[in-house]
């Protein structure tokens, strides 16, 4: 059984700054490359995430036309990051995480 997020965590609702990101990778898609769709929450706005790994730890993000540069640069290294714990040479080469919250600070 999957339990709601604690209150403290702020899913759902707008951050007071910086942003949040919440991406799930798509079930039907085994992958490699993985897809991932979702949303980057920022104060005011919210943008419509999506997110390609490749099996060699390379992301690419889209969040449309009217995101910051800054904004897709960070999302794609929260990504990153939150995959890269992933034994990438291992045989068979276990999948990425299969959802990725997280929130990144102003700074």
């Known amino acids: 059984m999957e339990s709601s ?3 403290s965590c702020g899913s759902g609702s707008p951050p007071e700054s910086g942003f949040r990101i919440e991406v799930a990778r798509a079930p039907e898609i085994d992958g490699p490359p993985w897809h991932y769709t979702g949303l ?3 104060p005011s706005t ?3 995430v999506t997110a390609i790994v490749n099996v060699d730890g ?3 993000v889209d969040l449309g036309a009217q995101a910051p540069p800054r904004l897709v640069r960070s ?3 929260l990504v990153r990051s939150a995959c890269a714990s992933v034994e ?4 068979p080469a276990p999948p990425p995480p299969h959802r990725i919250v997280r929130w990144h600070g102003d700074r």
């Open 5 to 7: 997020p604690p209150a």
């Open 40 to 42: 980057a929450h920022t």
């Open 46 to 48: 919210t943008y419509d």
């Open 58 to 60: 390379t992301v690419r």
């Open 75 to 77: 999302v794609a290294s």
């Open 88 to 91: 990438i040479d291992a045989t």
